[in-house]
């Protein structure tokens, strides 16, 4: 519990409910935090209500409670839907000295031209800060977050922000974070594909495949990826997603066009994409990221697993 008494706080609202916001809500909500929420599938709100938080009927509602408003949505439209739509959180007027703390990943230039739009209208700064890590993560406060924004608005999100990471680094202004996020994402896919082939060479080559990260350990192979990721899948433990496949294709075809963008050429990068297409075009936009394994499965012939 942090040593701040809830009348000192500013107020705070958050927006979206998906696996990641509920966790990171119920998170701030154990930390003491008073929470509106809002979320386009009003059943999602029902937990947060129970454990304290305040329903609102819109963003707007979200925004004319908030000192601050935290969001966490599936893409830049859902982003552009909460801020610029219908009882969107622009439409609750002049919010001079508010500020909007999106965790959603979105691009750079989406993230850029909304915070400029938002100020323009409504006074409001913007922070991106998007998220590495799950809802366990979540949960513990040990989430990775990557920010962008002037040091001001980012010094007036830090008590948010200390409550759900352990490792929260500025990497520029406003559209910086999202940046860092798609780079972050260029790791996580290419990794993801990655492991899912190391542990079918593993099976083929007969050896002890459940054995294979504690051999590597300590090595340059060693990461965080052969440790949790690479134990998932060998296990075919996907039953809870951590996250979708349809949002990491959804993150990795943004790190193609930010790459695209800047005139760069990253085959790695395309061919993983193109495996996780592959794999979310076979039906499984809402299976396990991890779940990419099943795709070598199917096309040797040993099924899902």
């Not at 107020?11 to 979206?16: A, E, K, N, P, T």
């Not at 991106?128 to 993560?137: C, E, I, K, N, R």
């Not at 979540?138 to 007036?156: F, K, N, P, V």
């Not at 990655?194 to 340059?220: H, K, N, Q, T, Y």
């Amino acid at each position: 519990m942090t040593s701040h008494s809830p009348s000192a706080r500013p107020r705070l609202g958050f927006i979206g409910l998906g696996l990641l916001g509920s966790a990171m809500a119920q998170r701030l909500l154990e930390q003491g935090w008073a929470l509106t929420v809002w979320n386009l599938e009003p059943g999602r709100m029902a937990p947060l209500v129970a454990a304290g938080a305040v329903a609102a009927p819109n963003p707007a509602g979200v925004a004319a409670a908030s000192d601050i408003v935290v969001l966490c949505v599936l893409d830049g439209p859902a982003v552009q839907a909460c801020v610029f739509g219908d009882s969107g959180i622009a439409t609750a007027g002049p919010a001079a000295g508010k500020l909007l703390l999106d965790h959603s990943t979105i691009t750079p230039d989406a993230t850029r031209a909304m915070a400029a739009r938002l100020a323009a209208e409504t006074g409001m700064g913007w922070v991106d800060a998007p998220v590495s890590g799950g809802p366990v993560q979540a949960r513990d406060g040990t989430l990775t977050l990557m920010t962008g924004g002037s040091e001001a608005d980012i010094a007036h999100a830090r008590p948010v922000l200390a409550d759900l990471a352990a490792n929260c680094t500025r990497m520029g202004p406003v559209g910086a974070g999202q940046a860092a996020k798609t780079i972050n994402q260029a790791i996580v896919g290419t990794g993801y594909v990655l492991m899912a082939e190391a542990l079918v060479l593993a099976e083929a080559a007969g050896i002890a495949a459940a054995d294979l990260p504690r051999c590597l350990a300590g090595g340059l192979a060693d990461s965080g990826l052969l440790q949790k990721v690479y134990p998932q899948m060998q296990a075919r433990d996907f039953a809870q997603p951590r996250g979708y496949a349809r949002q990491l294709l959804k993150d990795m075809r943004a790190v193609q066009a930010l790459s695209s963008q800047l005139q760069l050429d990253l085959p790695l990068v395309a061919a993983a994409t193109a495996r996780y297409a592959d794999y979310v075009g076979r039906g499984n936009q809402t299976a396990d990221s991890a779940s990419v394994v099943r795709l070598y499965d199917e096309e040797a012939g040993r099924g899902a697993g």
